[in-house]
């Protein structure tokens, strides 16, 4: 009998149930709707605020579109598999986005289709990246609109539905979809849905903490309830056109600083440390020291900078903006007091190092995140102290827990695709005209849903400028972000494997 390979049998793995998909993402364009009416509510309760009717059009489209798959498609006992909650976590994500830009759409002014969409994906994603030029003059209700995306986007669309309708096992895997193995590994052995609930209940009480403190600054309540949103968030839209440096106030400064810091860290452990009882858990954390420590490291040599270019003459305002601008973009928000495009060149490269590596796993900052990077600086010491003393057996432990060689090699295999993305987006931002500053950090920006960069996209400019391809690619790059890039990639995948 002669040798060969022996055919391995072929098996057609089982289609995704999309009667199940569309009934999830028709929740969520359910939630997107209910967040227009109170928009819409607030316009009413605003003398002269003609965004009621765009508001009004748009949650009703939204909602008839969300309630048809409810209606029609019934939902019976079903177990969702791993991809189908994948495919619900990018679908919902889409939707809101596409729906989201229909309240812009309709009011007209400076939003075109594009650049209505690129709003709309912009707060979502809590990019924060903007293309309106006259932000004071928008009415109340669009206002309140734009920074309740940001909200959503924040905790996560499908996080903050599955806490209200879906069942235990299901909220389970939706979680797990949504959110990173990275970010719940410091509770490893609890499941999904125990640490997505811990995150929504840290993000509601940060945020009315923020609300409160920002009040006592003197801050009327809609700024107050709006930068409160926006900084817990890191989303960084803003109700003024000139962000935060419109107050001119020190105090609320502060607030935000200290608001957008801890938005930064894993919400799972803030919920232990603060809503527990139990503070001593947040300095046990190597994560969190590391991002601190590098936070006030960045502080102090952009704060010197500043100081010895002889730009400031106050230290005490040269504290005061570096402080405020490394935690803005260290943390993605992308608040502003200052025109960081005029700063030193150091400066300027400390800032951009912190908008690539940006804030803890677990939290609503986007970027590398800190915890990837811990890994990636462990393997590879590990790899240098393995090739000196081959028989030495090394393990990489974070916050006293083992970490296996696969999660290393995930925390390469991430930077390495977002550092690949930067690039591509970035030489097509160049060959479409832009100069290479503006380019490069407006690739970093988008991907990394910081919002501003340098050059032509500074902290006290924006997008609008941009041609319309790339306000698109920009778009992309702010989705793939926001979703840590693989769940993009999964989905491509089991429509391939379905087909």
Same mark, same amino acid.
């Given at each position: ?69 409810? +209606? ?15 495919? %619900? ?8 986005? %596409? ?107 940060? /945020? ?8 006592? /600054? ?20 803003? +109700? ?96 502003? /007091? ?49 090739? +000196? ?48 500053? /503006? ?55 089991? +429509?391939?494997?379905?087909?």
């Amino acid at each position: 009998m002669a040798c060969g390979k022996i055919p391995l049998p072929m098996f057609k793995p089982k289609a995704m149930n999309w009667r199940v998909i569309s009934w999830y993402i028709g929740v969520a364009l359910l939630l997107s709707s209910t967040l227009m009416v109170v928009s819409c509510i607030i316009a009413l309760c605003t003398p002269g605020d003609d965004s009621v009717f765009p508001l009004l059009y748009a949650s009703f489209i939204t909602g008839l579109v969300g309630v048809f798959p409810l +209606i029609f498609v019934r939902k019976r006992r079903y177990k969702l598999r791993f991809k189908e909650g994948n495919c %619900i976590v990018v679908g919902a994500w889409l939707a809101a986005c %596409i729906f989201g830009m229909l309240p812009f759409l309709f009011y007209g002014g400076e939003f075109s289709p594009v650049n209505a969409l690129f709003e709309s994906v912009s707060g979502f994603t809590t990019t924060g990246a903007s293309i309106l030029n006259d932000i004071d003059t928008l009415p109340r209700g669009l206002q309140f609109w734009r920074i309740s995306t940001a909200w959503v986007g924040g905790v996560g669309i499908v996080t903050l539905f599955s806490m209200i309708i879906a069942g235990g096992r299901d909220r389970s895997t939706l979680s797990r979809a949504e959110i990173s193995s990275v970010a719940r590994e410091p509770f490893a052995g609890e499941p999904s849905e125990s640490f997505a609930s811990r995150m929504l209940i840290t993000y509601i009480a940060l /945020t009315a903490a923020s609300f409160c403190a920002l009040k006592l /600054t003197g801050m009327g309540w809609f700024d107050a309830v709006t930068n409160a949103m926006s900084a817990c968030s890191t989303c960084g839209f803003c +109700i003024r056109g000139e962000s935060i440096a419109a107050y001119a106030n020190p105090a609320a400064e502060i607030v935000l600083t200290f608001a957008m810091i801890a938005a930064g860290i894993n919400f799972g452990i803030l919920f232990i440390a603060f809503i527990k009882g139990r503070p001593h858990n947040l300095w046990k954390s190597e994560t969190i020291k590391v991002f601190l420590s590098l936070v006030l490291l960045a502080i102090i040599i952009v704060t010197l900078d500043l100081m010895f270019s002889g730009q400031y003459v106050s230290f005490a305002d040269a504290l005061r903006d570096a402080s405020f601008q490394v935690a803005s973009i260290s943390t993605t928000t992308g608040f502003a /007091t200052r025109d960081t495009t005029m700063w030193p060149q150091l400066s300027m490269v400390i800032l951009i190092l912190c908008s690539l590596i940006c804030g803890c796993s677990g939290s609503t900052s986007g970027g590398i995140k800190i915890d990837r990077v811990i890994l990636a600086v462990k393997g590879i010491h590990r790899k240098v102290e393995q090739a +000196i003393s081959p028989n030495i057996v090394q393990v990489i432990r974070i916050d006293g827990r083992m970490r296996a060689d696969s999660q290393v090699s995930d925390a390469f295999g991430y930077i390495f695709c977002y550092l690949l993305i930067v690039v591509i987006f970035a030489a097509i931002n160049i060959a479409a005209g832009l100069d290479f500053t /503006t380019g490069v950090t407006a690739s970093v920006a988008c991907v990394g849903n910081v919002g501003p960069g340098f050059g032509d996209v500074g902290s006290m400019s924006n997008y609008a400028s941009f041609p319309s391809i790339l306000k698109v690619t920009g778009m992309v790059e702010m989705f793939i972000g926001r979703l840590e890039i693989f769940p993009v990639f999964y989905l491509i995948r089991s +429509i391939r494997l379905s087909t």
